[in-house]
């Protein structure tokens, strides 16, 4: 072995020293990861220290600089230290967890507060209405009929005692699909319809969707009538009296009385506008709004039918006679709830449609 120079003792790192500072950097550490909380930070530490470029591969370095025989020793204090370092990341690691899961535990859940009720949907109101007048309808005996939306001239009209030409036409301004075929202007078609395909007697409700080309806040291009019709020997405009009065009194739960105008309708003789005493003043206001003062709602046509429409369907007017009735559901629904927008039924707003 050479003599020691002076230039390659500075190399000479006494293993003591070096040993110093391995045990300085682990309780470096140790202190250092002691306050951290964040996994991240926590592996950022890690990589401080024992990273490529980390203090103690840093320090490493330094191994060999020191005396051969004593490399053992001070690798075994190196391995030490870095396992140290592993250790107590691991270790620091699991604490947060079992924190964490200690934390989830013990956040108390009142299991007795009552939940969050999902709110039950319900049928539209003209879906409602449609069904309680199909019910107090069937309590008297009549039956459902129904009838198609595009109609032809014929059952619209013509059987109905509304021939081409005539002036009533213009009491329904119509969608004409052709000359002969039309968007049905009102339920009465389905009068002709069932009368054309059975015999008397006939006791019929026909509910459904028709159309005009009527558009303001109680008139709508499309909307839903309901068509009454009785043919039996003896009918008479007695029995069409009781009939709606037995509806209106039904329908709005109250003692009301209804009154006949006389009006023009050409398939019934004679006709008559249907009123109800107003559901909300009763007649006693003379400022209230729904029936300006007057202290009657119309709600609907009827009549007698016409002899003339019973020729159309082949029934003998001498034997046997018949009641008709016609009215809008959105303007009975209106009336009951006070709705003032007829628009209000088909827009989907749920602020409106969940009141029902
Ligand atoms: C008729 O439609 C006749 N077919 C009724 C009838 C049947 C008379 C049987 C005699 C015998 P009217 O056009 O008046 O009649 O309509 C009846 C009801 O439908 C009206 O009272 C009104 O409540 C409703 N109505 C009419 N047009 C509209 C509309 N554009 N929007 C909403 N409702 C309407």
Redesign the pocket.
Known sequence: MGAVTASSLEFIVSAQELIVRIEELGNQFAAAIEPLTDEQEIRNLQAQYMGRKGQVSQLMKQMGKVPAQDRRTVGEVFNRVKEGITDAVAARLDALEEAAQAADLARTVDVSLPGRRPRPGHLHLLTQVHEEFRAIFSELGFELAEGPQIETDFHCFEA?AIPKGHPARD??DTFYIDDDVVLR????SV?IRTMQSQPPPVKIISPGV?Y?R???P????????L???MVDEGVRFSDLHGVLRHLVRRFFGEALEIRFRP?Y?P??EP????DMQCSFCKGGDPSCRLCKGTGWL??????M?DPDVFGHVGYDAERWTG??????????AMLRHGVND?KLYYEGDMRFLRQF
């Open positions: 109905l009491m329904q202007t009102h339920t009465s009068q028709v005009r009527d558009d303001d109680t008139h709508s291009p499309m909307f839903t009538q068509e009454g019709l009006s309708f398939f019934v006709g008559a506008e249907v119309e709600i609907g046509g009827s009549g039918v009641f008709a009735f016609g009215m809008g559901m959105e303007r009975m007829i």
